[in-house]
Structures are given as C-alpha cells and as structure tokens.
C-alpha cells in the first residue's frame, strides 16, 4: 500500500468515525433533553408539605425532570399534555424523609456479635463497602431520600465512594452528605482495652494539638467531607452522685482549629457531646450541631439558642443494647437514656432547633428508622414538628431550604407517601409505600 493511500484511507475512517461519534453525541443530548421534559403529575389526597402548619387535600403536583415545577389544588390545575399521573389520590404524601445522624458503614453494636470492634477487625473494606450499599438502599426503601452520614468507623473515604456510585447512577441510595474519617483525640476512640504494645486501627481520625487538628480537618475536606464530624466526649459513666460523667476530648483551641479551618471552606461541624466539660468546649468551639446532647445544662441550651447551634437527639439508639441494670454499666445506659428524655423535653421548651436523627448503624439497618418519630412525640413533640425535623428543619442545616424537605415549586423531585395519616398516628411513618427520588419513581406500591 502506498503511504498515500495509507493517509487517505486513515482520513475517511477519521471522518467516519467522526460523524457517527457526532451522531451518538447527539442521540445522547436528546435523550437528556427528553428526560429532562418528562413530566409527571402526583395527584396527593393529603399533602404535607414540610413546611406548613397543616396538610392540604386534593393537591397536584407539577415534576419537570427532576424538580418540582407547581403544587395547586387538584380541581384548578393545568396539567400538561402528555403528562404522567400518578394517583395517590387515596394516600397522604410528603417529602422525602432525611436522617441527619447515620452510619451506612457501622453494622450494629450487639455485644452477643462482637460489638463495635467487631466492624473493624472481622471485615474486609470491600464487604463493609457492600454492606454500606445495601445500608443506603434499605434508607431509601424507608423513604429516607436524604442522609448525613457522619462517620464512616474506621473505614476512611468510603462514604465519598458510596455518595459517588449513588451519584452516578451505579446503585441506588439517598442524597448523602457525608463527613468521612471523624476526628477525636488519643484515647478519645475505639478500638480500645487492647494490650498497649498492639497499635490497633481507630474508628476516627486521632489528633493532639490545634496543627494536628487542623491537618486532619484539611485532608477530610479534600477528601471530600461535606461537614466534619469531632467527638467532644467520649467515655461515660454514673458518678458518685448519680449523674452522668462524659470524659472530655478536645480542647477549645484543637476545635477552634477544626471549626475556623471548616467554616473557611464554608463548610460545617458537627459534634458529639454528652454532657459537661465536653459539651461546653463544643460550644464555646463554635460547633454548629451537637449530636445525641444527653445532658443538656441550662447554660448550654442558653448558649445553643444564642448561637443558633442544631440540637440532633439521636433518642432511639439510647435504648439498645443496655447492660444489666445491677452493674456499673447498666446503671449508666438506664441514666443515659432517663436524662436524654429531660433534656429533649428542655430542649423543645426553650425552642432549639431540633433535627431527626437516629444513629441508624449503632442501631442494625435492619431495624426502623423511622422508630425516632414515636420516640419524639412521646415525649412531647407534635407529629408535625417532627416531620418537620426529619424534612425543611434538616433541610435548613444543611443549606438546602428549599431544595429538599419541602414540596415546592423549584425544590428537587424527592416526595414519599403512605396509606395512612402519620399525623393521627406517628407510627405509620414506618409504612412508606412510595418513593421518588429525584424525579424517579424508586417504589410504587399503592397503585
Ligand atoms: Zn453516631
């Protein structure tokens, strides 16, 4: 062959290929066009909206794509032509559901299975990556379109891993901000009570000092961190007089590091604290929400409602698991779980902003999520408010008011429903039998 017709020959494929990569490129925009035309019209008997006082009947709502384009009463409104409609005419709908304390990568604290080490030492990553997957596909099926994850125990940036293939479209699974690796302090973490010459793995990232303290927070957040997590308190137990002792990690000048570094990359903290010392250094760090608070002074309550701080209770994984009550153990999970139930009492009187939360992970993913809204309205909360917490209030800690936790016009396309009304009977909450995430439809099971 000459070398001109080589050259010639190597010119039509080129243009060949050329045209039909042009034409496969196009056949793509299309379809992505065309998808985000799609339209679809969810008539809802009852809707809770997120967002106010009451639920409405008969509404339409209008999703373009994936977002949601009008909600009207039903009678008035101007469906599209070509539009899909879904009935649920006969169900009360309301937006997806958002966890804001969860760990798709812990499986359960069962002293009879190991415990938490057991997590750590008996699994591969790759399994605990898979078990992770199935953990955010049962939050889904639960109608939980949104969670922050905060902590993956011991198993680094997988989170960034499992929010990406969710991303991506590889599996399905909720919206996740996710915190990574955690940060606390040496001998602020498990695993622990192993001989002192074995250096064991962590289940968070161990700082000393307000430079190691800010180094971790950098390489979580270019890792990929939405917000930071930090444990202020670690251990606890019943003191002399019967009240809660949490061990204090931190100091204020490590958090400070933590917080100025995050909240430069306009990020958020998020912080486990008991009670105490620790709790008190979360505050006076600028914190923006403590986790589980069980103990809740005046002073700290007073110093929340001044700086805004999110209260996230975490009530239901305080009954799990408890020691036997006759040991020093078991004398600080039923004194645990006692003074949780007065704090969030004081907590709601004095108005924090309070988000749902439940731990889910401490707790098997097997087990309810949405067991924390009975939890909540027992002690004293409307079913309202608390679908408030788990849809616009999380929402809003999140910075996303208005684009999740609420049916909207111009929010995304995430809205659940069930047979029944949560609001005469909280419980039902645990009956979702639809979800749409994003303008999909992920389950249908009332039409
Ligand atoms: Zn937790």
């Known amino acids: 062959m ?12 080129m243009i060949l ?17 065309s998808a985000s035309q799609q339209v679809m019209v969810i008539r809802a ?38 539009a899909n409609v879904i009935d649920l005419s006969r169900a009360t709908v309301l937006p997806g559901l958002i966890d804001s304390h969860t760990h798709i990568f812990l499986q359960g604290e069962d002293p009879s299975r190991g415990g938490y080490d057991a997590n750590i030492l008996n699994y591969p990553l790759s399994f605990r ?28 940036y997988g989170d960034v891993g499992i929010k990406k293939a969710i991303e991506e ?3 399905p699974g909720p919206r996740l901000f996710v915190s990574t690796r955690a940060i606390s302090t040496t001998a602020g973490y498990p695993l622990e009570g192993y001989a002192p010459e074995l250096k064991m793995p962590t289940g968070a990232q161990l700082i000393d000092g307000p430079i190691e303290a800010r180094k971790a927070a950098r390489e979580q957040l270019g890792h990929g961190a939405d917000w930071i997590k930090v444990y202020m308190t670690h251990r606890s137990w019943a003191g002399k007089n019967g009240e809660l002792v949490s061990q204090p990690t931190l100091t204020v000048e490590e958090l400070k590091a933590v917080v100025d570094e995050t909240h430069g990359w306009g990020k958020k903290v998020a912080c486990h604290a008991y009670g105490g010392i620790g709790l008190h250094r979360a ?8 986790e589980h608070g069980l103990d809740l002074d005046d002073a700290a309550i007073a110093q929340m409602l001044n700086q805004g701080t999110w209260y996230c209770p975490t009530l239901s994984v305080y009954y799990y698991d408890w020691e036997p009550a006759d040991t020093p153990a078991g004398k600080r999970d ?27 992970g401490g707790i ?47 929010a995304y396309a995430d809205v659940v429903a069930l047979a029944s009304d949560p609001l005469q009977n909280i419980k039902q909450l645990e009956q979702i039998r639809f979800v749409m995430k994003d303008g999909k439809v992920f389950k249908n099971e009332l039409q």
């Open 2 to 13: 000459t070398a001109l017709r080589r050259t010639m020959i190597f010119c039509v494929a």
């Open 17 to 33: 290929w050329a045209l039909t990569a042009g034409v496969s490129v196009l056949a793509q925009e299309k379809s992505a066009a």
């Open 45 to 82: 008997g009852t809707l809770i909206d997120g967002k106010s006082d009451s639920p409405r009947r008969n509404q339409s709502i209008v999703i373009r794509g994936n977002r949601i384009e009008s909600v009207s009463d039903t009678g008035n409104a101007k469906i599209p032509a070509g």
């Open 129 to 156: 990556a898979a078990r992770a997957t199935v953990a955010a596909r049962r939050a889904l099926e639960q109608g939980f379109t949104t969670l922050r994850d905060v902590e993956t125990e011991g198993a680094g």
């Open 169 to 171: 479209g590889y599996i």
């Open 283 to 290: 505050l006076d760090g600028g914190c923006d929400s403590i």
């Open 334 to 360: 039923r004194l645990r779980a006692s003074l949780h139930e007065e704090s969030f009492k004081k907590a709601m009187k004095a108005g924090l902003k309070i988000v749902f939360g439940t731990d889910i």
């Open 364 to 410: 098997p993913w097997t087990d309810s999520i949405a067991q924390e809204f009975p939890r909540m309205v027992e002690l004293g909360m409307s079913p309202m408010e608390a679908i408030k917490s788990a849809t616009s209030r999380a929402a809003e800690m999140l910075d996303m008011a208005g684009q999740i936790g609420v049916i909207v016009p111009g």
